[in-house]
């Protein structure tokens, strides 16, 4: 059975950080595309950012750009997002997902296989 579980979320002020991480289990870490999406109250999901089988290519929504960093460690099953310089607008619950895939469909929510519940991150102002 395959499990993603996220943890690392909080309440943090504007302008401080925090280091998500996402677990995975029941699935052959190294052969899945990693992505993390947020959803804030009243909104549709969004994409956030995704990381290549290797690691070597990211890719990131516009807002994050230069603030978030995607990352994983593929001998421990882990994928992370470090999240700097944090926005009341970055408040959301954010969720990591696995995805076989290999297009350029990444910030395209339906196109992953596997998905954690997630973990709320509150930015206060």
């Known amino acids: 059975q395959v499990q993603l579980v996220e943890s690392g979320g909080g309440l943090v002020q504007a302008g401080g950080s925090l280091r998500l991480s996402c677990t995975a289990s029941?699935?052959?870490?190294?052969?899945?595309?990693m992505g993390w999406f947020r959803q804030a109250p009243g909104k549709e999901r969004e994409f956030v950012a995704a990381?290549?089988?290797?690691?070597?290519?990211?890719y990131y929504v516009d807002s994050v750009k230069g603030r978030f960093t995607i990352s994983r460690d593929n001998a421990n099953n882990r994928v992370y997002l470090q999240m700097n310089s944090l926005k009341p607008e970055d408040t959301a619950v954010y969720s990591c997902?696995?995805?076989?895939?290999?297009?350029?469909?990444?910030?395209?929510?339906?196109?992953?296989?596997?998905w954690g519940q997630g973990t709320q991150v509150t930015v206060s102002s």
């Open positions: 997902a696995a995805r076989r895939r290999y297009d350029n469909n990444y910030h395209v929510g339906a196109t992953y296989d596997y």
């Open positions: 990381i290549s089988l290797s690691g070597v290519s990211t």
């Open positions: 029941g699935l052959t870490f190294s052969s899945f595309r």
